[in-house]
């Protein structure tokens, strides 16, 4: 009568060793039909993917990014005052976290004018990135410094929390 040990254990015999091994070279590795194993790493580690992504989803729409929200919506009330929206340009747009807690937007654009040139690059300013006050509304850029400081664009009024965010 076989013991448990006997009946559970793994017998190879020399027709089974790896091709080209010698008896001293021991017994050949059972290896999985067909690759299973490899196929079955594969599932998991896609299936973790998967799951990380939906994850990521998850809390990018969970936890929103003010910083860029008040971007964008400083390029809208930006673009409702230009002649040609859909030729702006955007650079040096800064996130700031007033004191009082609101953000403030200040920035640069560039776009068409009405005679179809790009004016050149002229400062903005978007308290809350809800209304937009743009440097070539003002006067000369000189006239512009004073609503540029007064508003914080400089920094002094609170803190920077994003740089040269994308608009």
């Given at each position: 009568m076989?013991?448990?040990?006997?009946?559970?254990?793994l017998?190879i015999?020399?027709?089974?060793?790896?091709?080209?091994?010698s008896?001293s070279?021991?017994p050949?590795?059972?290896?999985?039909a067909?690759?299973?194993?490899?196929?079955g790493?594969?599932k998991?580690t896609?299936?973790?993917?998967?799951?990380?992504l939906f994850?990521?989803v998850?809390?990018?729409?969970l936890?929103?990014n003010?910083?860029?929200d008040?971007a964008y919506s400083?390029?809208q009330a930006v673009?409702l005052q230009?002649?040609?929206a859909?030729?702006?340009?955007?650079?040096?747009v800064?996130?700031?976290?007033?004191?009082?807690g609101h953000?403030?937007?200040?920035?640069?654009?560039n776009a068409r004018?009405?005679?179809?040139?790009?004016?050149g690059?002229t400062r903005?300013?978007?308290?809350?990135?809800?209304?937009?006050?743009?440097?070539t509304?003002t006067g000369s850029?000189?006239?512009f410094?004073?609503?540029?400081?007064a508003?914080?664009?400089?920094?002094q009024?609170?803190?920077?929390?994003?740089?040269d965010v994308s608009?």
């Amino acid at each position: 009568m076989m013991g448990v040990e006997e009946q559970n254990a793994l017998v190879i015999t020399a027709d089974e060793r790896r091709p080209g091994a010698s008896p001293s070279t021991g017994p050949a590795v059972p290896s999985q039909a067909g690759g299973s194993s490899s196929i079955g790493m594969l599932k998991a580690t896609g299936g973790m993917l998967l799951l990380g992504l939906f994850f990521f989803v998850l809390y990018a729409l969970l936890h929103p990014n003010p910083a860029f929200d008040a971007a964008y919506s400083a390029g809208q009330a930006v673009a409702l005052q230009l002649k040609d929206a859909e030729s702006a340009s955007y650079r040096k747009v800064n996130v700031y976290r007033l004191n009082d807690g609101h953000l403030l937007v200040c920035g640069e654009v560039n776009a068409r004018n009405s005679f179809g040139a790009l004016a050149g690059y002229t400062r903005f300013i978007a308290p809350a990135g809800k209304i937009a006050i743009i440097e070539t509304n003002t006067g000369s850029p000189e006239e512009f410094d004073e609503p540029w400081l007064a508003f914080g664009c400089d920094g002094q009024k609170g803190e920077l929390i994003a740089t040269d965010v994308s608009i």
